[in-house]
């Protein structure tokens, strides 16, 4: 009877040794912390142009780039003459749900004898969208100077229509090679990451009008 008991209380303390060390190998520890109240603010910008005649008279249609869109009207395309002015009349649409900034970029300037530096360029921009205001220059300098150049204009709030004046005038010799030039128009606008130490994220869209001013024929 002695010799059972002592098999008995064996094999009770080897089968609490096995189940405690299943235990230690089965159990878990975890620990978790919570950021409340995130939330990330989506939209878009959609930037459309249209050409007007003087004045804003008789706006076209509102267009985009290709692939997507039908394709900018240029803002200038005639003979370069000198001492002669040429204007360019567009409305800028930002169609999306973003309110965003405008800007305008000169770039690619196609000019083999020095024609930029005798165009100057003024720019102007209705910030306000008042009709009864009149649009604000916002820059005015050679085409040679602003090429590569951000120039920004002002608000284009979602769902806004603002006008924008361009204007070259020449003042250089007879020109023996044409003038060359895109005219970018772009939109940023932002996005808040309210609960992150940054709060902006840039949404953008470009649209380019590729701008001749030939050699009289």
């Known amino acids: 009877m002695r010799a059972t008991k002592l098999l008995l209380i064996s094999l009770v303390l080897v089968g609490s ?6 235990g230690g190998t089965l159990a878990t520890w975890s620990d978790s912390e919570t950021s409340h109240g ?4 989506t939209g878009s910008v959609d930037l459309l142009v249209a050409r007007c005649d003087t004045d804003w008279a008789n706006p076209g249609a509102f267009k985009d780039d290709q ?5 900018i009207d240029p803002c200038f395309d005639a003979s370069l003459m000198p001492g002669r002015n040429y204007t360019c009349y567009s409305l800028l649409w930002n169609a999306g749900c973003v309110d965003a900034k405008a800007y305008v970029h000169i770039k690619t300037v196609s000019d083999s004898n020095g024609l930029s530096s005798y165009a100057n360029m003024s720019i102007w921009y209705d910030d306000d969208g008042q009709p009864d205001t009149p649009v604000l220059l916002v820059a005015s300098n050679t085409i040679a100077n602003l090429d590569c150049h951000e120039i920004r204009l002002g608000d284009l ?5 603002r006008q924008l004046k361009l204007a070259v005038e020449y003042n250089g010799p007879c020109p023996t090679h044409d003038l060359d030039f895109d005219i970018i128009f772009e ?3 932002n996005m808040a990451f309210e609960s992150m130490s940054f709060k902006k994220f840039g949404f953008a869209d470009s649209e380019i009008s590729e ?3 030939s050699v009289p024929e």
């Not at 040794?17 to 299943?22: A, K």
């Not at 995130?38 to 603010?41: D, G, H, S, T």
């Open 17 to 22: 040794l096995v189940l405690g060390g299943l």
């Open 38 to 41: 995130n939330y990330i603010e």
């Open 67 to 71: 692939p997507w869109g039908v394709g």
């Open 157 to 161: 709030p979602a769902q806004a229509v």
């Open 187 to 189: 939109l940023t606008g």
């Open 211 to 213: 701008n001749c001013l």
